[in-house]
T-cell receptor
């Protein structure tokens, strides 16, 4: 079974800190990888999509990288703000079926 | 989310009753998915569709059926609801290789 693991499960940081969220997957034959944000009681908001031919994507204060050889992706958040507090989910796409396989997420709390 | 709506948003039903959840997209995307989200388990795929009348099972399909008679609608049916099916249900569409996946706002289902 192909799995996606996110460590840590929870992270608490002071405002302004730069931080890295980790995502690892067991199958290096990855298709694409997508990062999402989920606020409590809400749906998923897409943050960044990294296609298998790419190594990283950037959007504002967010940067996501993909290293297929090591089976890892990281989400870097610069100058964190209290509004960044949410659960961050990574998901890999299974080629062919186009299914998303999710990690269980990292719950981020940014303290003012 | 823009282009995808789920109904109802909340539902309470009794054990043993049938329940149908609806996912509607305003665009013409081929792939549609139903996920459930539970504490400790994350997001798990129930069923997905890769075209009209073309569906397949996900990892937690027991007790659920789906139908897709039109491109824009993907229905999830619980034939006889059980308390273990109390969950938040999310519908998703694959919007393209450059945009990844978009999720609906979710349906919170409680089976009493």
């Amino acid at each position: 079974k192909q799995e996606v693991t996110q460590i840590p499960a929870a992270l608490s940081v002071p405002e302004g800190e730069n931080l890295v969220l980790n995502c690892s997957f067991t199958d290096s034959a990855i298709y694409n990888l997508q990062w999402f944000r989920q606020d409590p009681g809400k749906g998923l908001t897409s943050l960044l999509l990294i296609q298998s031919s790419q190594r990283e994507q950037t959007s504002g204060r967010l940067n996501a990288s993909l290293d297929k050889s090591s089976g890892r992706s990281t989400l870097y958040i610069a100058a964190s703000q209290p509004g960044d507090s949410a659960t961050y989910l990574c998901a890999r796409v299974e080629g062919g079926s186009e299914k998303l396989v999710f990690g269980k997420g990292t719950k981020l709390t940014v303290n003012p | 989310d823009a282009g995808i709506t789920q109904s109802p948003r909340h539902k309470v039903t009794e054990t043993g009753t049938p329940v149908t959840l609806r996912c509607h997209q305003t665009e013409n995307h081929r792939y549609m998915y139903w996920y459930r989200q539970d504490p400790g388990h994350g997001l798990r795929l129930i069923h997905y569709s890769y075209g009209v009348k073309d569906t397949d099972k996900g990892e937690v399909s027991d007790g659920y059926s789906v139908s897709r008679s039109k491109t824009e609608d993907f229905l999830l049916t619980l034939e006889s609801a059980t308390s273990s099916q109390t969950s938040v249900y999310f519908c998703a569409i694959k919007t393209g290789p450059d945009y990844g996946y978009t999720f609906g706002s979710g349906t919170r289902l409680t089976v009493v």
